[in-house]
């Protein structure tokens, strides 16, 4: 009691306001689309998880499959390929075997390094990478903005 007289609570309601979040910058290019996210979520980033299991399970395993650009340009629809998808850690690396001994005048070798593949359309927190139940005879995968047939 204050001054003779009984204190009652007071009820005070605030609404409830919501945390603005902000969007996940899309990545620039530098080290793994995981890592980028994972700057952006904490000051003192943690690596991205690893399914060890399953790396274990597949460890050494890689699928490989011949392909060919599928390109309207004549030069370029001759083109052929090995993609080889790696399932322990589901990279993906894509090797040309153009010429098979003829001369093309195209050079055969690397086209693209063991990565995570991203689909196409897919960036930012909703990133989406190529697995396992994507590569099948008669699939198209896009690499570098190019289908493969």
Known sequence: SQFGEPMHPIEITEPSVPIPRLPTPPSNGLGAEEDSIQNCKMLRPRPAYRDMAKYKKYAGKVMRFTARWDSERPEENCRSFIISFHPADDTVSIWETS?????????????????????????????????????????TVFAQGRPFV
Request: hydrophobic share 30%; proline share 2%.
């Open 99 to 139: 010429g098979n001994g003829r001369n093309t005048g195209m050079a055969s070798g690397k086209f693209l390094e063991r990565m995570k593949l991203v689909k196409p359309g897919t960036s930012g927190t909703k990133i989406k990478n190529y697995s396992q139940a994507d590569f099948f005879v008669g699939a």
